[in-house]
């Protein structure tokens, strides 16, 4: 199912629930400004624009480690949705073929109240409990 989901590079808030259950994970591409004036997208990698190309890309040398390891897809959420597209194109050029954009970004999980829906994710998850256990 992902992978007739990544074949169209943009995916809808209805089919986002699906791409998560499956393992992708959100990356909110926003600017730490743009998140302050417009809210947080709770659940998702925070990672601004302007890094995310070198920060998800494996070959990178300053990628996450979550990058190295993660085997399923990506979904950029930028504000509209626009910015999403140009930055998951480059990277689906750099050889990563499950980067998706979410087609009206922000303001479409707003609209949809579905500002959480990342928030159950494992890698959240796991963040959270390093926190909270140390």
Known sequence: MLDQLT???RMTVGELPTAIALG???VDIRSQRQRTREGPLYGALAIGSDVVVNRLD???????ALA???TGGWILVCSSGD????IAAG??????????SLVGGFRA???ASSLTIAARTPHFERSVAMVLCG
Do not use: I, T, Y
């Not at 910015?83 to 140009?86: E, F, G, H, P």
């Open 83 to 86: 910015c999403a597209d140009v």
């Open 7 to 9: 074949l169209d590079h």
């Open 58 to 64: 494996p070959a990178s040398p300053s990628c996450l």
């Open 68 to 70: 190295r390891e993660h």
């Open 91 to 100: 990277l689906r050029g750099r050889g990563l073929g499950k980067v998706m």
């Open 24 to 26: 992708s994970v959100v």
């Open 109 to 111: 999980l707003c609209a």
